[in-house]
T-cell receptor, first 114, second 113 residues
Framework: GNSVTQMEGPVTLSEEAFLTINCTYT??????LFWYVQYPGEGLQLLLK???ADDKGSNKGFEATYRKETTSFHLEKGSVQVSDSAVYYC?????????????WGAGTKLIIKP | DAGVTQSPTHLIKTRGQHVTLRCSPI?????VSWYQQVLGQGPQFIFQ???????GRGNFPDRFSARQFPNYSSELNVNALLLGDSALYLC????????????FGQGTRLTVV
């Protein structure tokens, strides 16, 4: 079945460090891929998405490229800030029994220290 | 524009009781999904409704049920509450389609004691 695997956290970095959060997926078809972020005490919100192979999603300095050959969608940011501290979820969306369903990773907690 | 609204924001119930959670989607969104998020874990899919019909169901017992109304709002019902039902319940609305994003409400924090 479809699944999403994320690197385990927490990931702790200093401000201005480079960030990579790994995400790999298994899917039977051609899913769309998403990164959602959950700031402390808040709901989930879309960070970026990519809908086909080689697409790059980007937002707020974060980027992720849809790599079909490696079934990956790693999240990167060149210089993190304390305000980026949150839980990041990788997800895929694919048809399951005629229904578009989001499949989620377990989440990666990111802690940025000043 | 109003986002996805959920009510109540918090509630405490006793084991064995019943609970109803409510969700109003973004105007124009006909698809509503429910998720359970246990502390420290990712969201687990419970139900999806589209045009008032159940379109998907996750691996949850029959104690969980839901419905969608003509105005596309939705209710999630949980009977015979267990301690393990304590979680954040999230509602998401979206346009239908493979590439569309889900918009989430702030969630209802349910504590079962």
């Amino acid at each position: 079945g479809n699944s999403v695997t994320q690197m385990e956290g927490p990931v702790t970095l200093s401000e201005e460090a480079f960030l990579t959060i790994n995400c790999t997926y298994t899917a039977t078809g051609y899913p769309s891929l998403f990164w959602y972020v959950q700031y402390p005490g808040e709901g989930l919100q879309l960070l970026l998405k990519a809908t086909k192979a080689d697409d790059k999603g980007s937002n707020k300095g974060f980027e992720a490229t849809y790599r079909k050959e490696t079934t990956s969608f790693h999240l990167e940011k060149g210089s993190v800030q304390v305000s980026d501290s949150a839980v990041y979820y990788c997800a895929l969306k694919e048809v399951v029994d005629s229904n578009y369903q989001l499949i989620w990773g377990a989440g990666t907690k990111l802690i940025i220290k000043p | 524009d109003a986002g996805v609204t959920q009510s109540p924001t918090h509630l405490i119930k006793t084991r064995g009781q019943h609970v109803t959670l409510r969700c109003s989607p973004i105007s124009g969104h006909k698809s509503v999904s429910w998720y359970q998020q246990v502390l420290g874990q990712g969201p687990q899919f419970i139900f999806q409704y589209y045009e008032k019909e159940e379109r998907g169901r996750g691996n949850f017992p029959d104690r969980f049920s839901a419905r969608q109304f003509p105005n596309y709002s939705s209710e999630l019902n949980v009977n015979a509450l267990l301690l393990g039902d304590s979680a954040l319940y999230l509602c998401a609305s979206s346009l239908i389609g493979r590439n569309t994003e889900a918009f989430f409400g702030q969630g209802t924090r349910l504590t079962v004691v």
